[in-house]
């Protein structure tokens, strides 16, 4: 089992800069790949961006490129999602999430990943 737990969310005004934090434990979670999704109210999960194990692939979904950085650091177990420019369209709820199979590039698809964290509220004023 792998265990994942995102930290960083919180309420900041357009424009500016918010870093998430993914936690991971359990399996050798450095030999998978990693992603982050977000669900809005009334919307559904959405791919925002993709890590590969090694973290050489990565994947973007339409609304990060440009403004999102994803890196992981496999030493400490975490993935991190840097968001910079933010607009109040980015509030969601984010998520962590891991692929059930070892050494993969990066996945963009819902039904790739097989461990999600709880997730973090992410709030954009305008």
């Known amino acids: 089992q792998v265990q994942l737990v995102e930290s960083g969310g919180g309420l900041v005004q357009a424009g500016g800069s918010l870093r998430l934090s993914c936690a991971a434990s359990?399996?050798?979670?450095?030999?998978?790949?990693m992603g982050w999704f977000r669900q809005a109210p009334g919307k559904e999960r959405e791919f925002v961006v993709g890590?590969?194990?090694?973290?050489?692939?990565?994947r973007y979904g339409e609304s990060a490129k440009g403004r999102f950085t994803i890196s992981r650091d496999n030493t400490k177990n975490t993935v991190y999602l840097q968001m910079n420019s933010l607009k109040p369209e980015d509030t969601a709820v984010y998520y962590c999430?891991?692929?059930?199979?070892?050494?993969?590039?990066?996945?963009?698809?819902?039904?790739?990943?097989?461990?999600w964290g709880q997730g973090t509220q992410v709030t954009v004023s305008s």
């Open positions: 999430a891991a692929v059930g199979a070892a050494f993969g590039l990066a996945r963009s698809s819902y039904s790739d990943y097989a461990y």
């Open positions: 359990g399996r050798t979670v450095s030999r998978y790949a």
């Open positions: 890590i590969g194990w090694s973290g050489a692939s990565i």
